[in-house]
Every structure is written in C-alpha cells, then in structure tokens.
C-alpha cells in the first residue's frame, strides 16, 4: 500500500514550562488525506502539540514542519496552509456571522469571495444566521461558525481542538459528516477528542498520548483488530446445567440460570469454531449475540498499562 507523503511532521517535538514536560519528544508523521485522532486524558499535550504546529507555542526543541516548512523560521507560510479550531469560542460578539468571516479572511490577506462564503455558511448550514449577530447564534451554531472561521483560507490541513465539546449528539454526527467532506475534498485533519466514539467514528489513525508521551500512533482499523474483544453470547432453547467440556475448555462460562454461554474473545479469534462446539454437543442454540468492546476500552487499558490511570 502507497503510504501518502506527509503534510505535518514533528521531529523530537518537546515543550518545558518550567519543570514540566508538556510534550516529550514526540516524533509523528501525519499523512495527506487523512484524518488522524490524537486522544489523551487532561493535560496529556494535546493542546500544545497543536500549537507547536500552528506557531502558537514555541517548542522548547525539536522541529514541527507543515508541507516541508518548519513552522518557527517559515511562521506566515505554514499559518496560511493550517486552519485551526480551538477549544473557546473566540469571537467578537458585536459582529454578525458574515463580518466574522470576512475579518478572518482579511487577516490571512485573503479577500473572502461571495461564492465562497456562500459555500462555507451552506456547508455549516448558517446561510440563515449570515446577518445574525454572533450573540444571538445556539451554542451549536457558536461551534459551526468556529470551523468555518478556520476555513476561509482553504488551508490544507485543519486542527480541530475538541469539535463537539459539548454539542448534541445530532449537531455532532452533522459535525462528522462535514469534516469527512472535507478529508474527501483532500483536507488533512487532525483533531483531537474526549469522545472515543467520535475517534471510532472519523479517525484513519489513532495516536495516543499521555503525560507528554505518544504512546501508539495506529491504522484505526489494526488497532481495533489487534486490541479489540467480542463477547460472543449463545442463547439456549433449554436451561443447561454443565457446559460442555469443548466450551469449557475455551474459557465459555454458563450465565442467566443456564440459558446463556457467554465467552469473550480477542477478535483476532474466530467464534466459528465456539458455536460449532455447542452444535457438536447437542444444544439447541436460539440466538448468537456479539458485543465488540470498543477503542474505549483500548484507551483505558493502554493508560493503565502505561502506569498512569485510571
Ligand atoms: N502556558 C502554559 N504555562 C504553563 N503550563 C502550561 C501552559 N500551557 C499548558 N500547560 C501545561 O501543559 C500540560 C499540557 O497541557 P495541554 O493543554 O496541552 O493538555 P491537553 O492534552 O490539551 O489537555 P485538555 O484535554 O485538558 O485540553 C498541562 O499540564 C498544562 O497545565
């Protein structure tokens, strides 16, 4: 498989404030067209790594690079090509939707035409709020106008710090599909979330970080095959009072007053073989139940792994 080149890349990335180590040597390639999710608990880093790249923060060592540009020597050159969303709602309150737009863009020199903007409100779904006074905008709509703020210079890649904190759980599917357009338009996104299922959801890759450290940076799809468990459940016509020494022998036990034979698995095991041995031992299996533990509980076992928490 054809591995796309980088657009960000950290090399020994490191910030001290003071004697705290907010990011720790971090070496990450992030690639074109991707979608990539950083998850860590509160003040793992996440924050400063992407000020680092967007020339917010000055890493205390290492390099950050954005296209091939080192973001502290090249500063305006790597600014017009990163969009960012921060965490806090940023905008003036006296000024309407559109002015907020079209002062964004004149920051970066940009002049915002009116077919752009137009796409950028269509896309946010705030054609309607365009005269609106920023004060006036839902919480949501607060969030929307903050991704648009960072796209009116069309950069190539976009930081988005926490998206849907605290959005609905409507808004945040919207929220999901638009930045899925906008990595199959060719943005490259990077974001960071306290959601695991919004990770679950969007991410190509998943790096984890913790205290600093990156801990993981994985393919979603391996890292879900390679740490990921099934709970299978066979429901049973009859209740049974001994399981079968094939099931016991893979680790089933039998639950509900004997009605279930439950047994969990990594993924990487197939469950094939578990409901052919009820079939071989007589019992009349009614329902085949499988529960996927999810990159929650991936995270909470790496962390724990690491010594750290929970
Ligand atoms: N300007 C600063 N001065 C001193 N310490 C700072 C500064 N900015 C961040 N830190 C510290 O650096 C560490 C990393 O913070 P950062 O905001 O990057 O974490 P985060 O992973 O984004 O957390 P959260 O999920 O809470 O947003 C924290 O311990 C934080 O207190």
Known sequence: ?????????????TKRYGDLTALDAVTLDIRAGEIFALLGPNGAGKT????CVSGLVIPTAGTARVLG????????????????????????????VEETLRFQAGYFGVKLSEARLAEI????DLGRKRKAGTRELSGGMKRRLLI?????????VLFLDEPTAGVDVELRRDLWKYVRRLRDQGTTVVL????LEEAEALADRIGMIDRGKLLLVEEKAALMRRLGRRTLRLQLAEPLTRLPGALEAKGARLVETGMVIELEQPLSEELGPVVAAALEAGLSVRDVETRRTGLEEIYVGLLSKDGVRP
């Open 69 to 96: 540009r080192d973001t502290q020597r090249e500063y305006r050159e790597t600014r017009r090509v990163v969009g960012l969303v921060p965490q806090e709602i940023n905008f003036d309150p006296f000024f309407t």
């Open 121 to 124: 409100l269509d896309a946010l």
């Open 148 to 156: 648009g703020k960072a796209l009116v210079h069309d950069p190539k």
């Open 192 to 195: 960071t979330t306290h959601y």
């Open 1 to 13: 498989m054809n591995v796309p080149p980088p657009v960000v890349e950290l090399d020994g990335l």
């Open 48 to 51: 400063t790594l992407i000020g």
